[in-house]
């Protein structure tokens, strides 16, 4: 079991920065990959980025492509998501979450933390 805590969350007006973060307990995550999704009201959950535990290769969304960043620190069992120049339409509950590299599907989440961008 992996367990995962999401951070950092709050209200920020438009083209302001903020940073996510994502602590991981219960296992090593040396053969998992972390991601980043988000859900906005009555939309669903899309995919914002991730990063593979070893070596640190990223894939990220269009539509935040340029503007944010995932990143993680092993040291810390920590992934973060720097978000810059924030958008109204960033406004979304973010969740971080862990699946093995043999998996297709991502089947740990954390609890999610509200992102608001105010125009």
């Known amino acids: 079991q992996v367990q995962l805590v999401e951070s950092g969350g709050g209200l920020v007006q438009a083209g302001d920065s903020l940073r996510l973060s994502c602590a991981a307990s219960g296992r090593t995550l040396r053969n998992y990959r972390m991601a980043w999704f988000r859900q906005a009201p009555g939309k669903e959950r899309e995919f914002v980025a991730t990063i593979s535990w070893v070596g640190g290769s990223t894939y990220y969304a269009d539509s935040v492509k340029g503007r944010f960043t995932i990143s993680r620190d092993s040291a810390k069992n920590t992934v973060y998501l720097q978000m810059n120049s924030l958008k109204p339409e960033d406004t979304a509950v973010y969740y971080c979450?862990?699946?093995?590299?043999?998996?297709?599907?991502?089947?740990?989440w954390g609890q999610g933390t509200q992102v608001t961008v105010s125009s």
């Open positions: 979450a862990a699946r093995t590299v043999r998996d297709k599907d991502y089947n740990y």
